[in-house]
């Protein structure tokens, strides 16, 4: 079973060595931090919409 979510936008956040730790998401109307792990659900659907091209994951904004 698939899992649908209504991800509207997705960014990668980094750690203090500036890899990537998770995701931060708008699911379902919902601020969302997202471990980067296939076996976490809204993961998993993050990754099949991204191979579908239905949604893109920016990269973490440095600024911030």
């Not at 509207?8 to 956040?13: C, G, K, L």
Request: charged share 25%.
């Amino acid at each position: 079973m698939i899992n649908e979510f209504n991800i509207t936008s997705a960014e990668y956040q980094i750690d203090e060595h500036g890899n990537n730790s998770c995701i931060q998401a708008n699911i379902d109307g919902r601020l969302t931090f997202i471990p980067l792990d296939m076996d976490n659900r809204h993961y998993a659907e993050i990754m099949r919409q991204v191979e579908a091209g239905e949604l893109t994951i920016e990269e973490a904004d440095l600024n911030e």
